[in-house]
């Protein structure tokens, strides 16, 4: 970090956007469900954090004090800041839970009832589930007083059973991969509908499943180290040392035991030491833990205004009834909004290509690759029509490891040319490349992304992507293809600048021509959107901007490790956070450039990782129309007045207020409709054209 400048530390910063994420759980204008969805969300990620952030922060306390000092990492005290944030969150979460969306639930009819609350009829279902369903599938673990502990698996739920008259312990894993977290019990009022946990129609048969009398019965879940430790990537086959790194995973080293917090202090003690436990791996909970089941919680209702209307994909105004999307893109660039439009472009384009005769080549980059991913489909068929194809496969891209693999291998077997992960760097990059014959030599058709070629993530996650057949970009896109079969060291690119090689210098350079144009008392501006903001040097460059008078807006995600409105240091920096139904993942990055703005869209945040330890792509957006689209989705999203928050320096999350008189702007839902309305005006030119022809 650089010395005295205002700074939040990148593991602190992340706990602030998932309370934005229990911000949306909270708001009573989200409906009903989706807040539901929201606890789910914030506990998935709290997860993945204790599993991969604070594992890594526990790590360096094995670190030499000279070599923390010098990092300036200080694991002790971020821990326990972690620590108190966490718990001051998981009791924000818990009274969202009980206190807001149960009795809400209840008022719409829907139930989520524990095993005390069973009438006659509903115990009788009970007792009938766990003959048929549940009691096959159970496995009690019995523990001695002096016995050894058994194997805890990774985000296992368990309960831990005491007796009454008798030593040792009882562990039973509670089987809710193989059968539904939540059952539907019956009812007798046709417009009321009950629920209940897999763990209490357990609960309740559990005095049928022990001889012994039971004295107490406490919910317990591991959380293990999630980081794959490869000590040498660049001797033998990293791809095979991934696979074993990916068993290693579910053995790894305990970060998080959440226990109910009734649980009696000699019990606790007595299972910290049989599992090895430290005091910081012990997290106080409720009764339920693994709240991200709740994903799949069930609406017996029916009820559509418990969930978001539907905002089904639009179709491109050009590509949709475009004969051929290679013709299309080789006319003018293309841009693709994800997940307002529809994602079947993409491979359909990748399809076509190869039953396109005139198409040789296809090469790809794939970063995190669908279960049933429909891209891959349409290059295996493309290896089947004999086109030649590429694909550069991401095999650390963490918790998509096994997904990319499999595919990878799916290619190779078809014959296609698959390179893995390079040491010590990932690639980062969203590129597709098609080489077509045309007039004697290739020209190169380009996709140019800030999103994975995955179907399901966009869905959710707002993305642009731009098709382009413009020279200047897909020649230099063919460049970057090179660098990854490692036929050139060094991409020669005049337009795109490609990390780790030119673009933090680039990016530097056009924020020192912004604070030229400022001291020389011109206008200067920069609006930049991404996902984290967390690189030391270019927060540095961005206060040193602000000082100079350049104005500075900001749309960042999640992590923001910069701290705007500091007197002396970002009065003139503005940062704004939108969490909504969808994520926000596009990466735009526009400098005033005296008067004519320069836009780049990129697959790179402004994270040290990204800037040093990827290979990423950031491209000019050339195309004047392609332009103005990005421009004005950027313009609706800094004016987002319902769901923006403001991010201070007191990291509270406020939202933006609205203004007196000032219209409701929802940044994604005035997207939807934006992108909406480009369709009347392109139904009308053709309706023309085809009257012209007639």
Known sequence: MIEDQPYVKRDISWLYFNQRVLQEAKDERVPLYERIKFLAIYSSNLDEYFRVRVASLRSFKMLKKETRREMDIKPKKELRQIRKIVQEQQSEFGRIFRKEILPQLKEKGVHLINEKEYDTTQQAFARNYYDEQLRQRLQPLFIEADGHAPFLKNKGLYFVTQFEEAEGLALIPIPSGELPRFVTLPSTQADQYYLTFLDDILRYNLGRLFAKKISGVYAVKLSRDAEMYIEDEFHGDLVEKIKAGLEDRNVGLPTRFLYDSRMPKALLQQLKNLFQLKKPDLIPGARYHNFNDFFDFPDPSDSPELHYQAMPPLPHPVLETAGSITVAIGKQDQLLHFPYQRYGYVPQWIWEAAEDPQVQSIRITLYRVASDSEVVKALLHALKKGKAVTAFIEAKARFDESSNIFWGEQLEQAGGKVLYSYPEIKVHTKLLLIGRQEEGKTRHYAYIGTGNFNEKTARIYCDHAILTADASLADEVERVFDLLERKVILPKCRHLLVSPFTLRDRFEEMIDREIERARAGEEAYLILKMNALEDPEMIHKLYEAGQAGVRIRMIVRSVCCLVPGVEGWSENIEVISILDRFLEHAR??????????????????????????????????????????????IDIQLKDNTKARRIEASQNNPYRERQAGEAPIRAQYDTYAYLKGLLKPHKQQKKEEQSKDV
């Open 588 to 633: 735009v990055y526009i400098f005033s450039n005296g008067g004519t703005e320069k836009m780049y869209l990129a697959s790179a945040d402004w994270m040290t990782r990204n800037l040093d330890r990827r290979v990423e792509v950031a491209a000019p957006v050339r195309d004047p129309q392609v332009f103005r689209e990005i421009r004005n989705i």
